[in-house]
């Protein structure tokens, strides 16, 4: 089974692949402030909607990051469906890292990266990464996993994988920003209602898939990783697994 598949099912008919609902990742599009003609990037852009939402909110020019074959071909779809008014997105399809360096340092009024730290080798570094390609003055955005508490259920590792140090607490999030020299705009944590409207509509989407192929051991593989993750979040997700959004400024 291939985790590319997986995630592009999963996600495809939602407006975004992360927990935050809709109208919080629209507030924190207009809380951005951006100056007119700014230059943004998004590292893991996943089907692209941010960036869309920039361009049409700020006439920001974007460059979103996205590795996935599959869900660069869902974004070249959305792009094409609904061109930005004004502004513009261009997709590189290809690993965050090797983008990096394309981008010249204090570059960008604003570098984002929602629910794809990984993609930057963690929330530390990735934070580093954005610090240097934003302007003096500039915004960072961030979507990143926290524990709700300092010990999360073991079992809740053993059954998905997640390692304990994978995350860290939400005031830590923050605080770490703060520690690089960041300034701390604002954040907000998806509510219980919101993670459950996102896990069941991925849940949804797989049960979908499988169930209109049933001869197919991949779709079969997918719907068991599926119904595995859905019990692991019934059983301890809700209650030790948080997810925020960090909106920081580089000083200047
Ligand atoms: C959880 S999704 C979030 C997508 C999007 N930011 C959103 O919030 O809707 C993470 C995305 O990061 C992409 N990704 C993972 N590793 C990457 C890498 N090394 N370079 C670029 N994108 C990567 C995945 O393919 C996926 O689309």
């Known amino acids: ?39 943004a990037c998004d590292f893991g852009a996943g089907f692209c909607e941010l960036a869309l939402r920039l361009a049409n909110r700020w006439g920001a020019r974007v460059a979103a990051i996205e ?8 974004a070249e779809r959305r792009i094409a469906e609904r061109p930005p008014q004004r502004g513009s997105v261009s997709l590189l399809k290809g690993d965050a890292g090797t983008f990096r360096p394309s981008f010249a340092p204090e570059s960008m009024d604003l570098c984002a990266c929602i629910g794809a730290t990984h993609a930057l080798g963690g929330y530390h570094k990735a934070l580093e990464v954005l610090v240097k390609l934003t302007r003096p003055g500039g915004k960072i955005l961030v979507g990143e996993g926290f524990w709700t508490s300092p010990e999360p259920s073991p079992s809740y590792l053993a059954a998905t ?32 209602r919101e993670w459950d409207e996102y896990e069941w509509a991925h849940a ?14 991949e779709a079969r593989q997918m719907l068991q990783r599926s119904r595995n993750w859905r019990r692991a979040y019934l059983r301890w997700g809700r209650e030790h697994l948080g997810f925020g959004l960090y909106l920081f400024r580089k000083p200047g």
Do not use: C, V
């Open 67 to 74: 590795l996935s074959p599959r869900i660069a071909q869902g």
């Open 161 to 192: 994988g997640i390692a304990s140090d994978e995350f860290m607490l939400h005031f830590e999030n923050i605080e770490h920003g703060i520690d690089m020299g960041l300034q701390s705009l604002w954040s907000i944590t998806a509510s219980p």
């Open 204 to 217: 949804q989407a797989i049960e979908a898939y499988a169930a209109a192929r049933p001869d197919d051991d």
């Open 1 to 39: 089974m291939t985790s590319d598949l997986y995630t592009y099912i999963a996600h495809k008919d939602q407006p975004y692949a992360n927990p935050m609902g809709e109208a919080a990742m629209n507030r924190a599009a207009d809380l951005l402030d951006l100056p007119p003609d700014a230059s």
